[in-house]
């Protein structure tokens, strides 16, 4: 084994062996009386046939440092190769053998630095480089080759555009000037290892990156399709096959328009595709997407076109977010906006059917006969606990069942009527509405009223509403698992109570 120069550590210094598992020789390339042109031929076409579907990089590299010395001659190979994160490299010596012949090797961490090797040279200068004699060198001092007993020797560096993969040698212990025809068959070989290298290490970095996009893919919630230019299916993620209920087996090779879309939108999709092929790209739209079990889900599409170097159409990705909820969200706040409205409109139908004019402001339990009128003198409005009676237009008193009723699912304000007299705004609760009707209303109460009259404080404050309605039914049902009443009412008036700075006033 050569002996370690003085930057050498015990560390960094280990017994290395060529693999024996190389399944080719110079010899299996070469024929009798071979010319030594012939000899470079056939180990350009070994190390050719090796590196098509090469094993680990650095096996590849040692099987081609080998193949060169064998057949240059010579008595040591070299390889050098960068270290991981760091600006150094490696350096291992074989002595000669034919590619497969296990040897021992000197290993070598080396400085970048181009004076202190000859490796570290070659790469600075990015070329082969030779020395006929190394103890006259001057361009760098390389310890471990002087050391090993080298005096002559190739280096060749590995490199492809401002990448380095390392450098290849080949070195003899005699001193020796190697020919034109020698330098130019190194530097063959050198790259031809370069270019394996860097396919591999872009092979690589490809399955990295696809493996991290499939990664991505299957974890994120949106539909990712994968179609060729003509809309068919040639790959999508896990989220979609969740949502359509196919694997990919089932639709692979189909288009898009075909496995999941409904008739209707099929014209819109196609659309979509030749704005795609003349040049416009994302393309976005909303389609219904139609599932295994005929479900449909609301889904806006964003279509994506990738290109190959020449601008033609490689694939369309197309990512879809499943909005039926939000959608159905809408729809369910329009309605709701419409029942509202009409609810308003209602109520406003209600107020301008009792009017003052017509109904006499006070009391509530003895309807249908006179009553007197307790008032405040100041403000002639109508006082809590005042006791009158209230005469109603006979079309109000009429069954009101035949009026439309809308839904009026709104939390209000009830208080019942308790010896004719008219409830203090304390005594108000709020009870869930269900409808309400130009004559009356309904709404649910875990309780059974025990009254036959009650006032309701419809609206908002400032703009509430005090009603005076008659309790006429009130039977069992059930919400959300729970027994309840549904109380329905008939209006018999409307009730005024003092203002305090615009507001009701509070019954002390």
């Known amino acids: 084994m050569p002996p370690l120069d003085d930057n050498t550590s015990a560390e960094s210094s280990t017994l290395a062996e060529l693999p024996a598992d190389v399944e080719f020789t110079l010899s299996d390339f070469t024929f009798d009386g071979s010319t030594p042109t012939d000899r470079r031929q056939a180990a350009v076409v070994a190390l050719g046939r090796r590196a098509i579907a090469p094993p680990d990089i650095s096996l590849l590299m040692q099987d081609g440092a080998a193949l060169l010395a064998e057949t240059l001659d010579a008595k040591f190979s070299g390889v050098a190769q960068p270290i991981q994160d760091s600006e150094s490299l490696m350096m291992q010596l074989f002595a000669a053998g034919r590619p497969g012949e296990s040897k021992e090797a000197a290993t070598q961490k080396l400085s970048p630095e181009k004076h202190l090797s000859m490796v570290g040279y070659a790469l600075s200068v990015a070329h082969p480089i030779t020395v006929s004699d190394l103890k006259t060198e001057?361009?760098?001092n390389d310890a471990l080759l002087k050391r090993s007993g080298v005096r002559s020797g190739i280096v060749c560096p590995l490199v492809l555009s401002d990448q380095s993969?390392?450098?290849?040698g080949v070195f003899s212990t005699q001193q020796r000037s190697f020919t034109r025809e020698d330098v130019q068959f190194a530097e063959t070989i050198a790259h031809l290892l370069t270019t394996?290298?860097?396919?591999?290490?872009?092979?690589?970095r490809l399955e990295e990156r696809n493996s991290f996009t499939d990664a991505v893919?299957?974890?994120?919630?949106?539909l990712v399709l994968v179609l060729d230019k003509d809309g068919r299916i040639k790959h999508f993620n896990q989220a979609c096959q969740n949502v359509t209920g196919f694997s990919l087996a089932e639709v692979r090779d189909r288009a898009i328009w075909s496995a999941f879309l409904v008739p209707e939108e099929v014209a819109l999709v196609r659309g979509?595709?030749?704005q795609l092929r003349s040049g416009k790209s994302p393309v976005e739209y909303e389609t219904f997407l139609l599932t295994k079990h005929g479900v449909r889900r609301r889904v806006a599409w964003t279509y994506s076109v990738q290109n190959n170097p020449d601008g033609s159409i490689r694939s369309i990705i197309a990512t879809g977010v499943d909005i039926t909820v939000q959608r159905q969200v809408e729809q369910q706040l329009e309605e709701t906006q419409q029942q509202a409205a009409e609810a308003r409109q209602t109520l406003e139908e209600v107020i301008e059917?009792?009017?003052?004019?017509?109904?006499?402001?006070?009391g509530i339990s003895n309807l249908g006969s006179a009553g007197g009128r307790d008032t405040d003198t100041n403000t002639g409005d109508l006082?809590?606990?005042?006791?009158?009676g209230t005469q109603l237009p006979d079309?109000?008193?009429?069954?009101?069942?035949?009026?439309s009723r809308r839904a009026y699912p709104y939390q209000q304000r009830v208080a019942p009527v308790i010896g004719g007299k008219l409830p203090a705004l304390e005594l108000f609760e709020e009870v869930c509405c269900r409808d309400i009707s130009a004559g009356g209303f309904s709404y649910l109460t875990p309780v059974k009223p025990d009254c036959k009259a009650i006032v309701v404080a419809l609206g908002v404050p400032p703009s509430t509403t005090y009603l005076a309605a008659n309790v006429l039914h009130s039977r069992p049902t059930e919400r959300n698992g729970q027994p309840m009443f549904v109380v329905g009412c008939r209006y018999t008036g409307r009730v005024s109570y003092p203002l305090h700075n615009g507001q009701p006033a509070r019954v002390q």
């Open 165 to 168: 993969f390392g450098a290849l």
């Open 138 to 140: 001057r361009r760098f």
């Open 383 to 388: 006082q809590p606990g005042s006791v009158v």
């Open 196 to 204: 394996a290298a860097a396919r591999q290490q872009a092979e690589q």
């Open 353 to 362: 059917r009792i009017d003052a004019k017509d109904l006499a402001l006070a």
């Open 217 to 222: 893919l299957e974890t994120v919630d949106a």
């Open 272 to 274: 979509g595709f030749e």
């Open 395 to 403: 079309d109000l008193l009429a069954d009101r069942r035949d009026r």
